[in-house]
């Protein structure tokens, strides 16, 4: 990926995007890749959470969104977070929570990303579940607090149920009205009038 990151940089040059390449070349020489490989090699060993979702949650910390959108990788991809399955994105909090407790990563501020990343409203009401309860909860609650982990559960899943609304309401409204059997008074099946 190094080598991706140094065509971006010498592309983004050509087309004359100075400030971009110049800010990817600063991640290439400030070292930030190489601490991000030698840091995935240290979570490798935290169970129950995915390679790919360790992968995530380090560069949601570590690299920028210009590095993140040129990834070639699944799991670094900017979005993936958003797209992955309800396991993957319990993973990726249940991995930025390790390393926010590790206290290794406090200038990447995991504080913030975490509370960024539970506000998200691309999130399912099948997440906020999963990650209300158990474990996670608990870890959450100790790091940000009862009332800031109630507030975001509250809005991040009226949102969610919101969504599902709207959602739902659009599939019934594409669905033909097959359902519906109208008789007359006598008993026997008429045509449906149509519905207003």
């Known amino acids: 990926m190094l080598k991706d990151l140094v065509k971006l940089a010498n592309h983004l040059d050509s087309k004359g995007l100075v400030k971009e390449a110049d800010y990817i070349d600063r991640i290439i020489k400030s070292g930030i890749w ?81 509370k960024k990343y539970l506000k998200d409203p691309r999130h399912t009401v099948n997440f906020y579940s999963r990650a209300g309860t158990g474990e996670t909860m608990g870890l959450l609650q100790s790091l940000l607090g009862l009332d800031v982990v109630s507030e975001i559960f509250m809005s991040g899943t009226g949102e969610a149920m919101k969504q599902r609304a709207v959602n739902q309401r659009l599939t019934m409204a594409d669905k033909p009205h097959q359902e519906r059997e109208c008789a007359d008074r006598r008993g026997n099946q008429i045509p449906c009038p149509p519905q207003v």
């Open 34 to 114: 190489n601490k991000f490989k030698r840091s995935f090699k240290e979570l490798v060993g935290i169970s129950n959470v995915s390679e790919c979702s360790k992968k995530c949650a380090l560069a949601m910390l570590m690299l920028g969104e210009p590095v993140r959108a040129a990834s070639d990788d699944k799991c670094t991809k900017k979005g993936y977070e958003y797209t992955a399955s309800v396991n993957e994105k319990i993973g990726i909090l249940n991995t930025l929570i390790d390393l926010e407790k590790s206290g290794d990563y406090k200038e990447y501020r995991p504080k913030e990303i975490i």
